[in-house]
């Protein structure tokens, strides 16, 4: 996971985002637990780092989808598969 790591971040930097203490946070409960929802990132990341804020979750979450690392769509997708 290590090697997976450094590889999203050099993809991050390639992006143009810097690397701080609270990104590198929020990427680790990414990488670590399967969230299904910025909100549920959100949760985990405030019991670690109160300082963080939701617009964060939602900055980093972006930034991940950018550079292929993660995809909402699929969340979605399974959200509205469930509904019909």
Request: glycine residues 4%.
């Amino acid at each position: 996971m290590e090697k997976q790591k450094e590889q999203i971040i050099e993809k991050l930097r390639a992006n143009g985002c810097r690397i701080t203490k609270q990104r590198m946070e929020l990427l680790d409960i990414i990488l670590e637990n399967r969230c299904s929802s910025c909100k549920e990132i959100f949760y985990q990341a405030s019991r670690q780092d109160e300082n963080i804020g939701i617009a964060t979750v939602y900055r980093m979450v972006n930034a991940l989808e950018e550079i292929g690392v993660i995809s909402r769509r699929i969340v979605y997708e399974a959200d509205e598969r469930e509904r019909a």
